[in-house]
């Protein structure tokens, strides 16, 4: 089960107290007590992995290392490990203490969530020429603590939508290695898929039915998702008998969620199209390309539309890139 919103508790390390020693070697008396280290801090790191709030299930709370108490001759205290905790990109990152909200949008990216406390004063640090025998120290400073709200949105570049059972999942199958469950009935996906085509994300959006964006089915779960989606590929299967009523179920659950989302560019595909002979094919395009011009009959047992759709990509992949360079 892909888990995609969840709460959690975080907890700082506590900073080690400083320590009152004295030198006991003779003609060489003075303090000599350490400082403590300080508490290990919390960050979250994206990464690629769309299960990564899985690790959230079970364990709601997470601590960093405390900072060890200063010794004595000079000796701190040893800092506190940080604490990593891998979360996906795309992931929306609310501070329910101070309302704050921040995001992971890369791979690799770290944010500091809660900050480890400073280390305490040994009398080393209080010694003067009017007190050369201190017993003062300062005690460790608390960590900072949080309660966190994470919320999954992911970042595709191309987003698969379309009525249950139209070959979503087959062709993300035939383009990457996403290895998505294939099967001929209705909502085979229950969780988003992701496949990489080059620098390309891929997503398969499950789901999406009639009466999805006020909660039927499993698309209200899914609709967030398709929100940060650069493209969309939908698709209509050639099985369908009413193609344009499947076309608009679709682009009306979209704008009922979010009007900008019909503003995005839509690629068109009449999926399966090996059920059919070339003239019913043609009567069909001829009907799509009404509402959408850039309409393609796939199949992928016909090499030649798999290819068709790997040259789209091919000239999406370099759009991106050109982007990527000139940012």
């Known amino acids: 089960m892909l888990i995609d919103d969840v709460k959690i508790k975080v907890f700082a390390g506590n900073g080690g107290k400083g320590a009152v020693a004295f030198n006991k070697i003779k003609m060489a008396l003075g303090p000599t007590g350490g400082s403590g280290g300080k508490g290990g801090s919390i960050y979250f790191e994206g990464v690629s992995d769309l299960s990564a709030l899985s690790q959230f299930r079970f364990k709601k709370e997470f601590k960093a290392q405390d900072g060890l108490d200063g010794r004595d001759q000079f000796r701190d205290g040893q800092d506190g490990k940080d604490l990593i905790i891998k979360i996906p990109v795309g992931t929306v990152i609310y501070n329910l203490k101070n309302k704050t909200e921040s995001e992971i949008t890369k791979i690799n990216e770290r944010l500091l969530v809660v900050k480890g406390g400073k280390g305490g004063k040994g009398n080393f640090l209080f010694r003067s020429s009017r007190n050369t ?8 400073l608390p960590g900072e603590e949080a309660e966190i709200r ?5 970042i595709a570049d191309i987003g698969f939508i379309g009525l249950p059972n139209v070959g979503k999942s087959s062709l993300l ?3 990457t290695n996403a290895k998505s469950k294939v099967a001929n ?4 996906t229950l969780e988003p898929n992701l496949g990489i085509y080059y620098e390309l994300i891929l997503a398969d959006i499950p789901g999406l039915i009639e009466g999805s964006s006020i909660g039927k089915g499993l698309g209200i779960k899914f609709l967030r998702h398709v929100e940060r989606t650069k493209i969309f590929f939908h698709f209509i299967s050639a099985e369908s008998t009413t193609l344009v009523k499947d076309y608009k179920t679709i682009r009306n659950e979209l704008e009922k969620y979010n009007k900008k989302l019909l503003k995005k560019p839509e690629y068109l595909f009449l999926s399966k199209s090996d059920v059919l002979n070339s003239e019913k094919l043609k009567k069909k395009l001829i009907i799509l390309k009404k509402l959408n011009p850039k309409v393609l009959a796939i199949s992928i047992l016909d ?3 798999i290819e068709k ?3 789209i990509l091919n000239t999406l992949k370099t759009k991106k890139i050109k982007i990527f360079l000139n940012d």
Do not use: I, M
């Open 309 to 311: 759709v790997k040259k």
């Open 303 to 305: 090499d030649k539309s």
């Open 150 to 154: 994470l919320e999954l949105k992911f």
């Open 133 to 140: 025998t201190p017993k003062q120290f300062q005690p460790g």
């Open 185 to 188: 009935y209705s909502f085979t």
């Open 173 to 175: 199958n035939e383009l």
